[in-house]
């Protein structure tokens, strides 16, 4: 069995975070041929549910870089790598010496996702924000303090914006044995700094899932840098014209961009070539 697996954003989705036309008919034409498909996304599933909702998605899903493998026929988590609770707690109190405000996700006993936050303090945080509350995201919580999402399963603890998280990143990789995933936002061209569960990153997602599936052959697709774990675990790997150079290094060939249908078009082609 062959396994495709892409990541969403800039590289199956386009620059206004959607899927086009042309690439729901593809993709959807193929998995009714017998592709096999999903997605590997540094989105939640609250995130993503309505970007891919025109896809016939039948096979578990990658989500939040790794934090779940998420199967939407049975509508649960196969994997859920969530934050310790002490490196939660050491990771906020980091943060707030050193007057960086982050997101924390979380979600509580009865499986409600939170996203908790003290405020808005630059403008990338402000676009993140109103972007996901414009569309009826629920789960945003404003607090005077952000240790009430310590009794809850930390998912993420997500820092967007600003001129110090470059070096926070430096300093906590460090310190705690955790997953860190910290790039240039493809959209806002803002630092994106992420923490997770140390297994929560594509590659260890990637092989829970060739496993599962009993894959025998991994082909992926990326564009940025939390798409290169993938790529090391994946038989083949293409970048989209658009990606990150290190990224078009990392990869068995560069394709056309995201704007242009890349993924689709090599899928068509692909599989019209056997």
Request: aromatic letters at 12%; hydrophobic letters at 40%; a negative charge.
């Amino acid at each position: 069995m062959k396994l495709f697996v892409s990541d969403l954003d800039g590289t199956l989705l386009n620059n206004e975070q959607e899927l086009s036309e042309k690439t729901v008919e593809i993709i959807n034409n193929l998995i009714d041929k017998g592709m096999n498909f999903t997605i590997a996304t540094a989105r939640s599933l609250d995130s993503s549910c309505r970007i891919i909702k025109p896809l016939r998605l039948k096979l578990p899903m990658i989500l939040m870089n790794g934090v779940y493998v998420y199967d939407p026929a049975a509508g649960e988590n196969l994997v859920s790598n969530f934050v310790e609770k002490r490196e939660a707690e050491e990771v906020l109190k980091f943060f707030e010496e050193n007057d960086i405000s982050p997101f924390v996700y979380t979600t509580n006993s009865q499986k409600e996702n939170r996203v908790y936050y003290k405020g808005i303090f630059n403008k990338a945080q402000e676009g993140y924000t109103n972007d996901r509350l414009s569309k009826g995201d629920k789960r945003f919580r404003l607090v005077d303090d952000l240790k009430v999402s310590l009794d809850q399963d930390i998912i993420a603890i997500v820092c967007i914006g600003g001129d110090r998280l470059e070096e926070a990143y430096g300093v906590l990789k460090e310190r705690y044995d955790l997953s860190y995933h910290y790039s240039i936002d493809i959209y806002t061209k803002e630092p994106f700094f992420e923490i997770t569960n140390k297994f929560a990153n594509k590659r260890d997602s990637l092989l829970f899932l060739k496993e599962y599936l009993q894959a025998d052959e991994l082909i992926s697709f990326g564009d940025n840098l939390n798409d290169l774990p993938m790529f090391e675990v994946s038989d083949y790997c293409y970048a989209v014209e658009n990606a990150d150079i290190l990224v078009k290094q990392a990869a068995t060939g560069v394709i056309k961009s995201n704007m242009d249908n890349g993924v689709a078009l090599f899928l068509e082609e692909y599989f019209n070539g056997k």
